[in-house]
């Protein structure tokens, strides 16, 4: 039996797409890049991801609502001896799931989802700003070992 406390964490629907997006949106780095008016380009993005075996977009449920957010790319390469590895992208906890857990459990999912995989890495980027988000992936075991670059097109 699950606990109902417990979010369900699962595959994200079309449907879920605004809830997603609004989460996307809502802090000062998103709100400026994302638009929750328009879906379209996020309904284009979501079938080519939907449609791709490698990405695995999954929201966090809970009481019928979606909470959370992240998506988990596997990456095969040559580097490491061949090793398979795995990106976590898009995290997001809705404002007052913040504090609750649910970010611990969402990573912890992801690592587990990559351990499956038989992925022998799992690496994220977070921005420079979010320093409470730095420390958050620092003490479940990441370490700040790389310096990111970014390119827009």
Same mark, same amino acid.
């Given at each position: #039996?699950?606990?109902?406390?417990? %979010?369900?964490?699962? %595959? $994200? ?5 605004? $809830?997603?997006?609004? #989460?996307? $949106?809502?802090?000062?780095? @998103? ?13 284009? &993005?979501f079938k080519?991801? &939907?449609?791709? %075996? ?5 929201? &966090? ?8 957010t992240l998506?988990?790319t596997i990456? %095969? !390469? ?11 992208? @898009? ?9 609750? !857990?649910?970010?611990?459990? /969402?990573? *912890?999912? &992801?690592?587990?989802?990559?351990? *499956?995989?038989?992925? *022998? ?14 420390? /958050?992936?620092? *003490?479940?075991? /990441? ?5 990111? /670059?970014?390119?827009?097109?």
């Amino acid at each position: #039996m699950t606990d109902p406390d417990e %979010p369900e964490i699962r %595959p $994200a629907t079309e449907g879920d797409l605004p $809830a997603i997006v609004a #989460m996307l $949106a809502d802090d000062p780095l @998103g709100a400026a890049r994302e638009s929750p008016d328009d879906l379209t380009p996020y309904l284009a &993005a979501f079938k080519r991801l &939907a449609d791709d %075996p490698h990405q695995r977009v999954v929201v &966090a449920v809970r009481e019928n609502r979606v909470v959370g957010t992240l998506q988990l790319t596997i990456v %095969p !390469g040559l580097s490491r001896q061949g090793a398979t590895r795995s990106i976590i992208e @898009g995290v997001r906890v809705h404002a007052d799931e913040r504090g609750s !857990g649910l970010g611990t459990q /969402f990573i *912890r999912w &992801a690592i587990e989802e990559s351990r *499956r995989e038989n992925c *022998r890495l799992v690496q994220l980027t977070s921005d420079v700003t979010r320093t409470d988000a730095h420390r /958050f992936y620092e *003490r479940l075991g /990441f370490t700040a070992s790389h310096v990111g /670059f970014k390119l827009s097109l």
